[in-house]
């Protein structure tokens, strides 16, 4: 089983400063890796998919890259609506698994 | 518009039973995986389970292997998930939600699975 950790745990930012989270897989998951936004009381919302292409309707100060085990989900200029809590996963193609990382919480300082 | 609404969350007693249920809208479900997602109070997103198309594929998380199921009925757009034995920490937000390739898009709002007595 795959298991993805995610750094840091909290990130405190301001609104236009950039943010970068990580996402860490403990064996190559090749591209297949997927980030997600999670506001209180809202449904997951997919930002990228494949670690670099953006979900439709997604602004585009979202971008994703990375391959292997490194996958980074970087926020340019942060917008007020963009403090939430954002996740990683990988889905095992052989047998369907499916994982998240621990989750990076994106707050406001 | 591509949509999931589940329903049947509640409260219920430990080692009781509870099924959920996710009408699917706007797509042909039978094309697709689908899966159950949960988020319990203060905690992340923990994957629970999934059913391939026509349903002869099921995977769970360990935790719940043996206690809960997984079902479709692809003619009604409907996908369950038959919860027994439950425990408290099976308390959580449970969502419903379509796997594409390698990820998950859309979700549904999600429906409160509370356990306690």
């Known amino acids: 089983e795959t298991v993805l950790t995610q750094s840091p745990a909290t990130l405190s930012l301001s609104p236009g400063e950039r943010a970068t989270l990580s996402c860490r897989a403990s064996?190559?998951?090749?591209?297949?890796v997927a980030w997600y936004q999670h506001k209180p009381g809202q449904a997951p919302r997919l930002l990228i998919y494949?670690?670099?292409n953006r979900a439709t309707g997604i602004p585009a100060r979202f971008s994703g890259s990375g391959s292997g085990t490194d996958f980074t989900l970087t926020i340019t200029t942060l917008e007020p609506e963009d403090f939430a809590v954002y996740y990683c996963q990988q889905r095992d193609t052989w047998q369907g698994l499916i994982t998240f990382g621990q989750g990076t919480r994106l707050e406001i300082k | 518009e591509v949509q999931l609404v589940e329903s049947g969350g509640g409260l219920v007693q430990p080692g009781g039973s509870l099924r959920l249920s996710c009408a699917a809208s706007?797509?042909?479900?039978?094309?697709?995986?689908m899966t159950w997602v949960r988020q319990a109070p203060g905690q992340g997103l923990e994957w629970v389970a999934n059913i391939n198309q026509d349903g002869t594929r099921k995977n769970f998380v360990d935790s719940v292997k043996g206690r809960f199921t997984i079902s479709r009925d692809n003619a009604k757009n409907l996908l369950d998930l038959q919860m027994n034995s439950l425990r408290g920490e099976d308390t959580a937000v449970y969502y419903c939600a379509r796997e594409v390739l390698n990820w998950v898009d859309p979700w549904g709002q999600g429906t409160l699975v509370t356990v306690s007595s």
């Open positions: 706007g797509f042909t479900m039978s094309n697709y995986w």
């Open positions: 064996q190559s998951v090749s591209r297949y």
């Open positions: 494949d670690a670099s």
